[in-house]
DNA sequence: ATTTACAATTAAGATTTTGTTAAGAATACA
DNA sequence: TGTATTCTTAACAAAATCTTAATTGTAAAT
C-alpha cells in the first residue's frame, strides 16, 4: 500500500485530506511545519509528498528543495503562473490550486504515483548513461564510472529533468545543503571532474552549459 | 547454482540469452511458446523466469498469471507506462524494454535472486558469507565467525539489501534504537570489528564504505 | 576586433570522512 | 560480587573529497 505525506499547518484541510486518502486506499502521515516535515521525512520515506506552500517554521519552498527522489505535489492558493514555473523547477512534480476538487488531487496523486513506480526500477537512462539511484552506481557503456556524493547528486539532477536546463542556484541548493551559497567555483570543478570520468569511455560530451544559466544534459552526441 | 528458465518464441533470442547465462554462472532452460512454457513450469521449477510477452500458444500475460512464487521478469518491445504498470500489478517482478543491454538485464537478475533468496529461507548468502537469521550463526568459507548482537544486525541489514548502500543513518535507526544520535563513531567501530574477525579467514574485503553516504556488500574480491 | 563576462581546467591546500586503536562504561552472567 | 563480554567514546592517522584561486579558453556585446 502507497504513503501519501500531508504536509499543511491547516488542521481541517490536513484531517480532510488524510480521510480522503485513507478512503482511497492510501496510507498516511501528517506534518503541521515547515521543520516537523523534515524531521518526519528524515525519518520516513513515503512514496508521495503533498506540500502546502503557508507553511510556518519553514517555508513549503524550502522543505521542496530538501527533498529529493519522492514526488512532490504543491498546494498553493496563490494562481499566477510566474509562481508555477518556479516550483517546478525547484522539483515539485505538479501543482494544485487551492481550493481543488477532490478527484482532480487523486488522479493527479495515481499520475505521479504510476511514473514514481516506472522511475523506481532505480535506474536513470540517458542516451549511453545509465545511473541507478538505489546502488549509487553509474555507467557509461556499461563501463562503471566512480564518481563521489557530489558528483553523483548533480547527475542525478541533472538526469531526473532531462532536457531542462538546471539553474545553478537551484543546484547549489540541492546539492551542498549546508555551505554557503557564493561557491559556484566549485560547481564547476564537480562538473568538470564529472566530464573528465566520461572522457575516459566517450568522447562525446554530456553534460552542456547554458550560458549565463546553468547547464543541461546535451542531447547531441 | 541458479536455475533460470527463458521464455521466449525468437529462437535466436532465446539462445542468445542461454549462452549469455550460462557464460554468467546459471543453468537455464527455455520454452518457445505459452502452452510449453506452462507445461515446463508444471515439471520443473526455476528460481527466477524471464517471459517475453509476445508468445505463440498462450500468450505472455496469461502465462505471467499462472505463475506464483517465482519471480518473473518481463522482457517486452513495448515500453509504455500504463502497460508496464499493468504488469507488475499482474505479478511481474520487474521488466525490461527490448532491445535491452545484456549488463542491465544481469544486474536485474542478480537484484530478484538475491530478493528470492532472502524470501525463502532464513539463511542470507553473500558470497563466502552465510548467515543463519534464525540460530544467528554466520559462516566464512564454512569458517564459524563469532559475531556480537550489534555486529550481527549490522551485517544482516547489509545482506538483506545486497549491493545497495545502506546509509549510516538508516543502519543507526535500525540497530541501536535507544541510544541518541551522535554515535557514528560506533558504528565505525562495530564495522571494524566485523571487517577484522573476517580478515582471520579471507584476504577479501566485504564491507565497502561509500565515501559520504554509507556502507554496502562489495561484490569484486 | 576588442572588450567583457562567463566557462573550463588545473593544482594545491583545507576540510571531511573513514579506519584503527585503546581505554573506560555498561551489560550479562556465574 | 566479581568476571567476562560487549558497547561506546575519543583520539589520531590515513584516505577521499571539496573548495579555492589562478590561468586559460570561449561566447556575447560593443
Redesign the pocket.
Known amino acids: 500500500m502507497k504513503t501519501i505525506a500531508i504536509i499543511d499547518d491547516d488542521i481541517y484541510i490536513s484531517d480532510m485530506l488524510r480521510e480522503l486518502l485513507s478512503r482511497n486506499g492510501y496510507n498516511t502521515m501528517q506534518a503541521y511545519s515547515g521543520t516537523e516535515a523534515v524531521y518526519m521525512l528524515s525519518e520516513n520515506t513515503p512514496d508521495l509528498i503533498l506540500l502546502d506552500l503557508m507553511l510556518p517554521g519553514l517555508s513549503g519552498e524550502n522543505v521542496l528543495k530538501k527533498i529529493t527522489g519522492i514526488p512532490v505535489i504543491v498546494m498553493s492558493a496563490k494562481a499566477d503562473v510566474h509562481n508555477k514555473v518556479r516550483l517546478l523547477m525547484d522539483g515539485a512534480a505538479d501543482y494544485v490550486t487551492k481550493p481543488f476538487e477532490t478527484a482532480e488531487l487523486l488522479a493527479r496523486i495515481a499520475v505521479q504515483l504510476r511514473k514514481a513506480t516506472v522511475m523506481n526500477s532505480g535506474i536513470l537512462e540517458f542516451r549511453d548513461i545509465k545511473l541507478n539511484t538505489e546502488t549509487h552506481e553509474v555507467t557509461l557503456k556499461d563501463n562503471p564510472v566512480?564518481?563521489?556524493?557530489?558528483?553523483f547528486?548533480i547527475l542525478k539532477l541533472l538526469m531526473s529533468n532531462p532536457s531542462q536546463v538546471i539553474t545553478?542556484s537551484v543546484m547549489l541548493d540541492r546539492?551542498?545543503l549546508?555551505?554557503?551559497d557564493?561557491?559556484?567555483?566549485?560547481?564547476?570543478?564537480?562538473?568538470?571532474?564529472i566530464?573528465?570520468k566520461f572522457?575516459e569511455y566517450s568522447d562525446s560530451d554530456y553534460?552542456?552549459?547554458?550560458?549565463?544559466?546553468?547547464?543541461k544534459m546535451s542531447e547531441k552526441s
Chains 1, 2 share one sequence.
Open positions: 566512480k564518481l563521489t556524493k557530489t558528483e547528486a545553478k546539492i551542498s549546508d555551505t554557503p557564493c561557491v559556484e567555483s566549485s560547481l564547476k570543478v564537480h562538473i568538470s571532474n566530464r573528465r572522457r553534460i552542456e552549459a547554458v550560458w549565463g544559466i546553468g547547464f
